[in-house]
């Protein structure tokens, strides 16, 4: 058997190359082991741990993709909208758990801190674009101070 580096797809030794991925080279199962790849059909056996959160799916989904571009299998499931979450933690709102395998942890708990630091930065400029924008069209008009 031989696997696709790119999607962890299983494919006879005949096969020369990936159906999904035009990219996807296909090496033998100790190669994908030797590289950390995971394999199609073995990811859901595979121990995921939590290694990060998220408060909405949009970030949900910035580390799905951050993870998945390096190579990192990882899967993000929505929690917490359950009503006793909400009497316990008085947080109805849902969040979303990020897993990696436990042999990934180091290394998504690095990217994922990283990410989090880049979006904060993001919206902190939001933020401030939009105060800006804000004083400027409450000084339009406006009296001078005295
Ligand atoms: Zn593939």
Redesign the pocket.
Same mark, same amino acid.
Not at 86 to 111: F, K, M, S
Not at 123 to 136: F, K, L, M, S, Y
């Given at each position: 058997m031989k696997y $696709?580096?790119? +999607? !962890?797809?299983e494919y006879q030794d005949s096969v020369k190359a $990936?159906?999904? +991925?035009p990219e !996807?080279q296909?090496v033998d199962k100790e190669t994908m082991r030797q590289q950390g790849l995971p394999i199609a059909h073995e990811k859901d056996t595979r121990e995921f741990i939590q290694v990060g959160t998220a408060e909405n799916p949009l970030t949900a989904e910035d580390y799905v993709r951050l993870l998945e571009a390096e190579r990192v299998p990882v899967i993000a499931r929505p929690r917490g909208s359950g009503s006793v979450d909400a009497l316990t933690t008085g947080n109805a709102l849902p969040w979303w758990e990020i897993l990696v395998p436990a042999e990934h942890r180091a290394r998504a708990i690095e990217l994922l801190a990283r990410e989090k630091d880049n979006l904060e930065a993001t919206e902190a400029e939001a933020i401030r674009a939009a105060e800006e924008e804000e004083r400027e069209s409450e000084g339009f008009g406006a009296p001078p101070p005295a």
């Amino acid at each position: 058997m031989k696997y $696709c580096v790119e +999607c !962890g797809s299983e494919y006879q030794d005949s096969v020369k190359a $990936c159906a999904d +991925c035009p990219e !996807g080279q296909l090496v033998d199962k100790e190669t994908m082991r030797q590289q950390g790849l995971p394999i199609a059909h073995e990811k859901d056996t595979r121990e995921f741990i939590q290694v990060g959160t998220a408060e909405n799916p949009l970030t949900a989904e910035d580390y799905v993709r951050l993870l998945e571009a390096e190579r990192v299998p990882v899967i993000a499931r929505p929690r917490g909208s359950g009503s006793v979450d909400a009497l316990t933690t008085g947080n109805a709102l849902p969040w979303w758990e990020i897993l990696v395998p436990a042999e990934h942890r180091a290394r998504a708990i690095e990217l994922l801190a990283r990410e989090k630091d880049n979006l904060e930065a993001t919206e902190a400029e939001a933020i401030r674009a939009a105060e800006e924008e804000e004083r400027e069209s409450e000084g339009f008009g406006a009296p001078p101070p005295a």
